[in-house]
């Protein structure tokens, strides 16, 4: 397979990670990043799942069983990076994810499981390759995938909190590991099509494009486009940056003018001017 926008060899003898990269926007990642002659190795908890992607996604790309909330487990993927190709480029945090319910509905349980997975896993999976793979070989990305509208999204009041502290720790790690080399950025999706959105209730789902200025869900090689574009040396000078790729739909309040403002004339009233 060949990019659609990137030239041939784009990532060629680069080496990435991306975790939870055998679903969804992972693995449509990862398939842009071989595309770009990169070799991927995908992850995640699910061994068939992982398995049957690598199988599909071709020879460059292999797999590694973990939960990016244990550090052993994040040492062990960083390392067999390392053993299989002798160094770990960039990592693609991709593992995330949590459940939709209202605000006053989440138990601290919940919030808990969310913000350990989310930023819990994020940083165990980051200090992972910066300490045994980039800080030793001089240099390195790592790429953060997080959550637009970053005014807060209902129904996920948890992940949204969750997002917005792994964006906070992207901006200061730039900062803290950019004499290393290593570089730190966060991509913020907006709402994209992928299998996972079928957990969501049915009313949510088919909605969810309407909450879009574009008015359409991202497609997965959109997404797929900008991690390989923050994968290329481009990505190494956006360190500290958070990247929102989401129609527009970040600081987007609903559609003007708001139900009751427009008059009988369906206008929108305008302010008298004062003179004198
Ligand atoms: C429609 C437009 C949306 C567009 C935006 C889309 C954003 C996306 O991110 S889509 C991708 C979605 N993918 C995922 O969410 C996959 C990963 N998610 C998860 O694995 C879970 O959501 C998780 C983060 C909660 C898993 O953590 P884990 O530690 O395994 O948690 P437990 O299942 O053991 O639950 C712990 C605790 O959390 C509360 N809880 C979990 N699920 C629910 C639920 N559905 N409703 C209410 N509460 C829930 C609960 O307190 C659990 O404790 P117990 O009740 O004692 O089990
Ligand atoms: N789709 C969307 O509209 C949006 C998605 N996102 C985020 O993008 C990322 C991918 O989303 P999407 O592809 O839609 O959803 P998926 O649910 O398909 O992706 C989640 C992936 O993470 C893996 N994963 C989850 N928990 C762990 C863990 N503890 N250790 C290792 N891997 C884990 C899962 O594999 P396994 O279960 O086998 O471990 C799965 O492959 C997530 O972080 C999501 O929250 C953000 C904004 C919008």
């Known amino acids: 397979m060949t990019s659609q926008i990137f030239a041939d060899g784009a990532l060629e003898g680069q080496v990435i990670a991306v975790t939870g990269g055998g679903t969804g926007l992972g693995r449509a990642a990862a398939a842009e990043l071989l595309a770009c002659g990169a070799s991927v190795v995908i992850c995640g ?8 992607a690598a199988d599909e996604l071709g020879p460059r790309c292999s797999w590694v069983a973990g939960d990016v909330r244990e550090a052993a487990d994040a040492e062990r993927i960083v390392d067999a990076c390392l053993e299989r190709h002798g160094r770990l480029d960039t990592l693609v945090n991709n593992a995330g994810g949590q459940y939709f319910v209202p605000a006053e509905a989440i138990a601290l349980k919940g919030w808990r499981a969310v913000t350990r997975l989310n930023v819990g896993g994020t940083l165990t999976m980051a200090t992972a390759a910066y300490d045994r793979a980039m800080r030793p070989a001089g240099g390195g990305m790592v790429i953060n995938v997080t959550l637009s509208p970053h005014h807060g999204l209902a129904g996920m009041t948890h992940s949204s909190a969750a997002r917005a502290a792994v964006e906070g720790a992207t901006r200061e790690l730039a900062a ?76 987007w309040f609903g559609p003007w003018p708001p139900a009751g403002m427009a008059d009988e004339s369906g206008e929108v009233p305008t302010e008298e001017r004062r003179r004198g």
């Open 45 to 52: 908890r699910r061994e068939e799942v992982l398995a049957e």
């Open 176 to 251: 803290a590991w950019a004499p290393d080399g290593v570089a730190v950025c966060a991509a913020a999706a907006g709402h994209f099509d992928t299998p996972a959105l079928d957990k969501y209730p049915e009313s949510v789902r088919t909605a969810a494009a309407r909450t879009v200025p574009l008015g359409r869900l991202g497609r997965v090689e959109e997404h797929a486009w900008l991690i390989a574009l923050l994968a290329s040396p481009l990505g190494r000078r956006l360190s500290g940056s958070v990247v929102t790729l989401d129609g527009a739909r970040d600081n």
